[in-house]
C-alpha cells in the first residue's frame, strides 16, 4: 500500500476509490474494501482508500474530543492489510467541510485524485451538513465523469457493525466481542511509569501504563487477560483497570499490568498490550487478604486462557 498525501502524485492515474474515516477498519469496513477491490479489479485501475488523520468532528468543534479504536499510525496498519493499493490522506479542514457535495466530487474526487469509480458505503453521506443522498452523488458524479456506486449491506447476524458499536463494547468490558468485530485484539501503547507500588507488597507486581494517545478509548473497569509486548518479546499478562477500592487509593483510575513469568527494572520503557478477555469485574474485598486469594485465582485463569 502506497500512502499518498501529495495529490500532485496521482496526475495521470486514475483509481476507484471509497471515502471515510475507517476508525478501527473492523468487519463492516473489511466488507466494504473488498467490495472495492473487486470492482478495481474489473477496472483493471488501483484501489484507494479515501480517510482523514483527524476526526471530522474534533475539527468542527474544538471542544470534542473523540475516543477512537485506532491512532492514525494504526490505522494505516490495519488498511495496508487489506490489500489495497493507495490510501490518500486528505485534511479534513474547516474549509473542505464547507463544501457541498457537488464541489467536493469535482474539485476533490475528479479534479485532484482522478476517481474513475466511486464506492459509496451503504449509509454513507458526506458534503456540507450532508444534505443530499446516493441519487445526486450519482448525477454530479456523471457530469464529471465519475460513475458512483451504493455498496452492499453488511450486518454481522442480527447487529450492524460500527466504531461507535465497537467502542460501546469495550467500554462495556466486552473485549472478546469487540475483537470478534475489529478482526483483531483491540491494543493500547504507551510507557512504563511510577506507581503505587502497592502490588509488588501483595507479591504481584505491576507495571504502571501511561497510555501514549489520550483520544484512544479505555475498556471498562476490571481483570483482563492480555498479551503484552515488550523488548521484542510477547507475555502473558494480567491487567487491571480500577482504583483499587479494596485499598482506598481514591478515585484515580490506573491501568496497570502483571506480566506472568517476568522480572526485571522495566520503567520508561514501552510496552503494548492487547485485550483477548474479561477476567471478571472489579470488586471491594473485606481484606487484603481475600483481595490476594482472588489475585492467585485470576493469574490462574490468565495463565490458562491465554494457553488455549
Not at 54 to 69: E, F, G, M, S, V
Not at 111 to 132: E, K, W
Given at each position: 500500500m502506497i500512502v499518498i498525501q501529495d495529490t500532485e502524485i496521482l496526475k495521470g492515474k486514475q483509481v476507484v476509490a471509497t471515502i471515510g474515516f475507517f476508525d478501527g477498519v473492523h468487519l463492516?469496513?473489511?466488507?466494504?474494501?473488498?467490495?472495492?477491490?473487486?470492482?478495481?479489479?474489473?477496472?483493471?485501475?488501483?484501489?484507494?482508500?479515501?480517510?482523514?488523520?483527524?476526526?471530522?468532528?474534533?475539527?468542527?468543534?474544538?471542544?470534542?474530543?473523540?475516543?477512537?479504536?485506532?491512532?492514525?499510525?494504526?490505522?494505516?496498519k490495519q488498511l495496508e492489510s487489506t490489500g489495497i493499493d493507495y490510501c490518500i490522506v486528505l485534511d479534513f479542514t474547516p474549509e473542505l467541510s464547507r463544501l457541498n457535495a457537488q464541489t467536493f466530487i469535482s474539485s476533490i474526487l475528479a479534479?485532484?485524485?482522478?476517481?474513475?469509480?466511486?464506492?459509496?458505503?451503504?449509509?454513507?453521506?458526506?458534503?456540507?451538513?450532508?444534505?443530499?443522498g446516493f441519487e445526486q452523488y450519482v448525477t454530479y458524479g456523471a457530469a464529471y465523469g465519475i460513475k458512483v456506486k451504493k455498496a452492499s449491506q453488511y450486518s454481522e447476524g442480527e447487529a450492524a457493525v460500527s466504531s461507535s458499536e465497537i467502542r460501546k463494547l469495550l467500554s462495556e468490558c466486552q473485549v472478546e466481542k469487540a475483537y470478534h468485530l475489529l478482526t483483531y485484539p483491540y491494543s493500547l501503547k504507551g510507557h512504563i511509569v511510577s506507581g503505587y507500588k502497592v502490588?509488588?507488597?501483595?507479591?504481584?507486581?505491576?507495571?504502571?501504563?501511561?497510555?501514549?494517545?489520550?483520544?484512544?478509548?479505555?475498556?471498562?473497569?476490571?481483570?483482563?487477560?492480555?498479551?503484552?509486548?515488550?523488548?521484542?518479546?510477547?507475555?502473558?499478562?494480567?491487567?487491571?483497570i480500577g482504583n483499587r477500592p479494596t485499598l482506598d487509593n481514591g478515585d484515580n483510575i490506573t491501568l496497570e499490568v502483571n506480566i506472568l513469568n517476568f522480572t526485571g527494572d522495566i520503567y520508561n520503557n514501552e510496552i503494548s498490550v492487547s485485550f483477548i478477555y474479561q477476567v471478571r469485574e472489579d470488586i471491594k474485598f473485606q481484606s487484603v487478604d481475600e483481595l490476594i486469594t482472588q489475585l492467585k485465582k485470576d493469574r490462574e485463569t490468565v495463565n490458562q486462557l491465554l494457553t488455549e
Open positions: 463492516g469496513h473489511r466488507f466494504l474494501i473488498q467490495e472495492l477491490k473487486e470492482i478495481a479489479q474489473k477496472e483493471k485501475l488501483p484501489a484507494a482508500v479515501i480517510t482523514f488523520p483527524t476526526h471530522p468532528r474534533a475539527i468542527l468543534q474544538t471542544n470534542y474530543q473523540p475516543k477512537l479504536l485506532n491512532s492514525f499510525d494504526e490505522k494505516l479534479n485532484q485524485l482522478h476517481v474513475d469509480t466511486l464506492l459509496i458505503g451503504y449509509d454513507h453521506r458526506f458534503g456540507y451538513n450532508r444534505t443530499d502490588g509488588r507488597k501483595l507479591g504481584f507486581p505491576t507495571a504502571n501504563i501511561q497510555v501514549d494517545d489520550p483520544s484512544k478509548i479505555i475498556p471498562g473497569i476490571g481483570v483482563y487477560a492480555v498479551w503484552v509486548y515488550l523488548n521484542g518479546q510477547r507475555y502473558k499478562g494480567m491487567l487491571y
